[in-house]
């Protein structure tokens, strides 16, 4: 499998050229355009009955699709639903947690699970974590560009509960508030933030889709 992050830091996109025989999953409704030497099926995100449900109580889609090139090679072209970047990441073997919807797609190898957690759920990011584990390349879109950050063993970190994209399974975080004392969090309109503790990498969007619905709704016309 090559692939080709195209079109960015905005509106990117990713082309990939499958070899005969060769899959990749992505995120159901991301494809843009194929090659017709592709078979695409559908297939549940979570391992069985309860692992599907427990996917769609997370917000996630119930289906993944599947893309083979079982005709001979071809083309596959992918784009996320908003303005963003994609970032790609190799596991060998490892776990990485991510912020529901960040995932776009990735080798058929790598298992997509659920995590249900109460601090997600009161820090904004959602009842339920992507889990994603095992040995292959993943694909992450963001809504607007994407920072890396090291930390070291120890270092603490502060984010915004709806910039982050993902975190390694070696990195702890916790909820806090952005302001000592509920006037001042109120007044700095920042309301609760993530702590997270090193080591490990975390990645960053420098945009928050929660926060731009909130503004379009605000200026929405509204019926007398």
């Known amino acids: 499998m090559q692939f080709k992050i195209e079109n960015g830091p905005v509106f990117t996109s990713l082309?990939?050229?499958?070899?005969?025989g060769e899959s990749i999953k992505a995120e159901a409704g991301a494809m843009v355009s194929m090659s017709n030497t592709l078979e695409l099926q559908s297939k549940a995100t979570g391992k069985g009955v309860f692992g599907t449900l427990k996917a769609a109580v997370g917000g996630e889609a119930l289906f993944a699709s599947l893309y083979t090139a079982s005709g001979g090679a071809g083309e596959l072209l992918l784009a996320p639903p908003v303005p963003g970047d994609i970032l790609k990441i190799d596991l060998s073997g490892s776990t990485l947690f991510a912020q529901g919807g960040a995932y776009l797609a990735g080798s058929p190898e790598l298992e997509l699970s659920t995590k249900g957690s109460f601090?997600?759920?009161?820090?904004?990011?959602?009842?339920?974590?992507q889990v994603i584990s095992g040995t292959g390349t993943l694909f992450l879109s963001s809504y607007g560009s994407i920072l890396e950050k090291s930390l070291a063993s120890g270092e603490n970190y502060i984010v915004d509960t709806g910039h982050i994209i993902a975190f390694e399974e070696s990195v702890q975080y916790k909820l806090k508030k952005a302001a000592k004392g509920i006037f001042s969090t109120l007044a700095s309109g920042e309301g609760l933030v993530c702590e997270y503790s090193g080591p490990g990498?975390?990645?960053?969007q420098t945009r928050n889709l929660k926060g731009f619905a909130s503004l379009i709704t605000k200026l929405a016309p509204r019926s007398s």
């Not at 601090?119 to 974590?129: C, I, Q, R, T």
């Not at 990498?201 to 960053?204: A, D, P, Q, S, T």
């Open 15 to 20: 082309r990939v050229q499958l070899g005969a």
């Open 119 to 129: 601090k997600a759920m009161f820090s904004g990011e959602g009842l339920f974590l």
């Open 201 to 204: 990498k975390l990645w960053i």
